[in-house]
């Protein structure tokens, strides 16, 4: 079973920083791409940075380019999203994801960590 688990949300001033981490049990080998999505109430889920191509390429949302980093270890299968220069409208669910990277739906979400930035 394919269980994917976030930490290291949590409330931030304006400006600040955090690191985001999400370890995934149950992914055989090291063919998955993984990424981090958020969510705000009343909005869709929208991605923010993710890896394609093999796992060897990276694609931000141009909201976080230049502040956040998303990183990525393959083989054991984590991913972590650094997030420097936080704004207020970067508050939200983050949700780790997931896919095999030949493919282009995302299969495995976590539960979402909370990120409140505030003002």
């Known amino acids: 079973q394919v269980r994917l688990v976030e930490s290291g949300g949590g409330s931030v001033q304006a400006g600040g920083s955090l690191r985001l981490s999400c370890a995934a049990s149950?992914?055989?080998?090291?063919?998955?791409?993984m990424g981090w999505y958020r969510q705000v109430p009343g909005k869709e889920r929208e991605g923010v940075a993710t890896?394609?191509?093999?796992?060897?390429?990276?694609w931000y949302a141009g909201s976080v380019k230049g502040r956040f980093v998303v990183s990525q270890d393959k083989a054991k299968n984590t991913v972590a999203l650094q997030m420097n220069s936080l704004k207020p409208e970067d508050t939200g669910m983050y949700y780790c994801?997931?896919?095999?990277?030949?493919?282009?739906?995302?299969?495995?979400w976590g539960q979402g960590t909370q990120v409140t930035v505030l003002s």
């Open positions: 890896f394609f191509n093999a796992g060897d390429s990276t």
């Open positions: 149950g992914l055989t080998g090291s063919r998955y791409c």
């Open positions: 994801a997931a896919r095999l990277c030949d493919r282009m739906t995302w299969d495995y």
